[in-house]
């Protein structure tokens, strides 16, 4: 694909983190993400970890290759690269990691901002334990203002200290898929040859890999403020393509599959477990969310559902308690229309048990 590198100076010596950006109409977000990694340039900046800003901007239609031409002349540490035309945000991800130099890769997406301090408690860390994959917190920010801890807060405080793999803590598979939530040794990503795919859910078939393949460490410090429910963003758009998410956990799912046969240590019960479930849920959650799958097409998505829970559950498999085992059992069957009616309850059930913690 043509490209147009727009330069900053070279660095003096190879960054410890390598930030790469995809950017597409995100305008009015993209100064805020920018300040929260170079600084604001009205102050005074005190020396901070070593970074570099690789930012690509993926044939946006709106200002925001302009903003990045112009903080890129005042700040050498952020390169961009101009995308001839549009090709999603897995292939500005790609782009932008064959372009990094640091020891570890962090992608951030354009409309998102790291908290004060963030940098370095990452850094630090990455310093420490020297892992292949570190998973980081984050909040979650609505609009209107509102903020919210992420669901996988309690996940990641009762991760082991230290390095470890996914047999050693199972449940971290449940954490959110996302590329942004966790930070790469670029060497080693580089070297699972797993690059972004196309589309909705790209991210999936990348963090499962690095997660089977690597030492990992967890940091349980707020790091990423994630903009939720943005207008326009793809995870808040009713689309066709969210049909995505089955080829990307069958392609993990088969991979896992394979690794157990090989006897490979990560492959346990629980692991194998882990995923499932997960997988089984993120489908539901899918299904669920605000509508994200068209009406004609809810039912057929249900279908797949079931014929996945059908072929890839584990032997031995235990269904899990409560409200989560009943919409399990319902998949198991196909019993769609109960669980559609079932669903509206659910919701009920969740916002006032979330009321009364307030309380």
Known sequence: MASQLVPGSALPEPPLISVVVPVYGIGDYLPECLNSLLGRLAESQPAGPAIEVIAVDDASPDGSGRILDARAGLDPRLT???????AGPGNARNIGLARAIGRYVWFVDGDDVLPAGALAAVSARLVRDRPDVLLIDYEERYPGGGIKPSPGSSLLRAAPNGTFSLADAPHLINLTMTSWSKLFRRDFLLGLDEPFRPGIHEDIPV?????FAGRISALDRVSYCYRRSRPGSFMATTSSEHWGVFGAYEEV????????DSADPVATVAVQSALFERAIWHYGAVLEASRLVPGADRARFFERMHADFLQ???SGYRMPRGARGIKFRLIERGAYQTYELLEPVNRIRVATGRRLRRR
């Open 80 to 86: 961009v690269v101009h995308l001839a035309r549009n």
């Open 207 to 211: 963090t499962c890999a690095a997660l």
């Open 253 to 260: 799912l088969d991979r896992l599959r394979k690794l157990a």
């Open 312 to 314: 890839y559950r584990p």
